[in-house]
């Protein structure tokens, strides 16, 4: 068994109001950041999987994803699924 | 005057104890994933910049998450700023 190091970002859908996003821009705005807009905040999640391949890895990883870390109503997701342990 | 597109990932330091990460291995655990460990869980946060250039973006985007978008008691960051708009 090797050990493989997987990288989620979750996002709400385009057309779905990002509250947090909004809030995070009203605030920017008012400290002056004029410039930034259309900020949407997501779900960085990083983890290991413990697998016999990097195939293996990957269906681990995204079976745990599509059965608790997003919600397919509203978010969208990718992966990736790498050999090497990353930083972040 | 042209748009360019951030990407900000904020992460939990590595020594600080990620509760949301913990309760979710858990979770994941007691639906079988036990090859799964260490799941940690920042924020991906994208925005648009308007500047003159790109090192004015970068620039207006450092300062934005130094001023809102992170702990730097606990969190650590990494922010990549780009001419095209990305996907996610």
């Not at 997987?6 to 385009?14: E, N, S, T, W």
């Not at 004029?34 to 990097?54: M, P, Q, W, Y």
């Amino acid at each position: 068994m090797a050990k493989y190091f997987a990288k989620v970002i979750v996002m709400l859908k385009k057309g779905i109001l990002d509250v947090q996003g909004k809030t995070v821009e009203n605030s920017l705005k008012t400290l002056g950041f004029d410039k930034i807009a259309d900020i949407r905040i997501g779900k960085h999640i990083t983890f290991e999987v413990e697998a016999n391949s990097l195939d293996e890895a990957k269906e681990i990883a995204n079976a745990a994803v599509d059965k608790l870390l997003y919600n397919p109503n509203i978010e969208t997701y990718t992966i990736e699924v790498e050999n090497s342990t990353g930083k972040l």
